[in-house]
């Protein structure tokens, strides 16, 4: 029989190696979304600026000469003007939706029944990017408002941005576009951690090998971006005009719920032009995002891990 000094031992230690992975989780997770967000904030600039805008429409072209003209009258440092916002709003995103998601795969049991969870897969990325996008979407309301202003005009920082909303709009504003977040973050969150995982298990069948090198891990975050972005697209052209509607005097006041949004995007701009409208820039910065924020998360992660388990071990 065991002693209960020994079971007391044995369920602390337990306890110590589950916070400790949570820990791994929340430090991988938020230098994961931080070093992605970076690398691409003047693409997501550009990106937003053209979703919000009915009278203007995408092409290459015109995004290399809004990033030129950016540079031209605000500086370089305008390109990644509400990068601010963004890493207030994504290194506890990340943090949570990277952790949430491990957490949701033991959970529903994703790693313990083979290959047959394709569904709890999804699901459980699903649930991930549900449960960070609900804890943390005032930032992201926030960082698409300096996104779409400039220094001049809107807002100089991120604290202004909550205070003149609170106070001209009501704090109610803060989760506008909330639902059309939470329903494009289904499939988006799903497609992307359930390609990535798949694509994992795909490669330790062919190989043998369950940690793929950097780069397969960076190509392999890459198609899971793509396919993500492109499963949930309309939806984010969607919560980003009704997030920024107050400050884009071209549109005004004129998207106040989801339908009505999609119904009046339909109409005057179509599918291609409306729904999928800078779908190609996204393709770009997507895939980039996805594939450094994925590889960097598990890169940290087995560093982490390593150096955990060395100084439990010299205890």
Do not use: C
Not at 98 to 111: C, G, S, Y
Request: aromatic fraction near 12%.
């Amino acid at each position: 029989m065991y002693s209960p000094l020994l079971i007391f031992e044995i369920d602390a230690h337990s306890v110590r190696q589950k916070i400790d992975q949570v820990v791994i989780s929340l430090i991988s997770g938020a230098a994961a979304g931080a070093l992605a967000k970076t690398v691409i904030a003047p693409l997501d600039r550009t990106k937003i600026n053209f979703q919000i805008r009915n009278d203007v429409p995408f092409s290459f072209r015109a995004s290399l000469l809004y990033l030129q003209n950016t540079y031209t009258n605000e500086g370089v440092l305008a390109l990644w003007r509400g990068n601010s916002a963004t890493m207030a709003r994504i290194v506890p995103y990340a943090a949570i939706q990277f952790t949430a998601h491990e957490q949701w795969r033991r959970i529903l049991h994703v790693d313990k029944d083979g290959s047959n969870t394709k569904g709890r897969r999804f699901l459980a990325g699903s649930l991930a990017g549900i449960t960070s996008q609900s804890l943390t979407y005032p930032l992201d309301l926030a960082r698409a408002r300096m996104a779409v202003t400039d220094r001049y005009t809107g807002y100089r920082t991120l604290r202004q941005v909550f205070t003149k909303i609170w106070v001209e709009e009501g704090p109610r504003t803060l989760f506008r576009g909330y639902w059309a977040t939470v329903l494009g973050v289904i499939p988006y969150a799903g497609t992307s951690f359930f390609t990535y995982e798949t694509l994992k298990r795909e490669y330790y069948e062919m190989v043998g090998s369950n940690k793929p090198n950097t780069l397969v891990s960076l190509a392999f975050g890459a198609a899971a971006g793509a396919a993500g972005q492109t499963a949930s697209y309309p939806l984010d052209i969607v919560r980003r005009r009704m997030q920024t509607m107050r400050v884009n005097a071209a549109n005004g006041e004129r998207y106040p719920t989801i339908l009505e949004t999609l119904g009046k995007i339909y109409r005057e701009e179509g599918i291609k032009n409306g729904f999928y409208k800078g779908l190609s820039m996204n393709w770009i910065k997507g895939p980039i995002a996805v594939g450094i924020s994925f590889s960097t998360y598990d890169l940290i992660k087995a560093w982490l891990t390593e150096l955990s388990n060395l100084r439990r071990v010299q205890k």
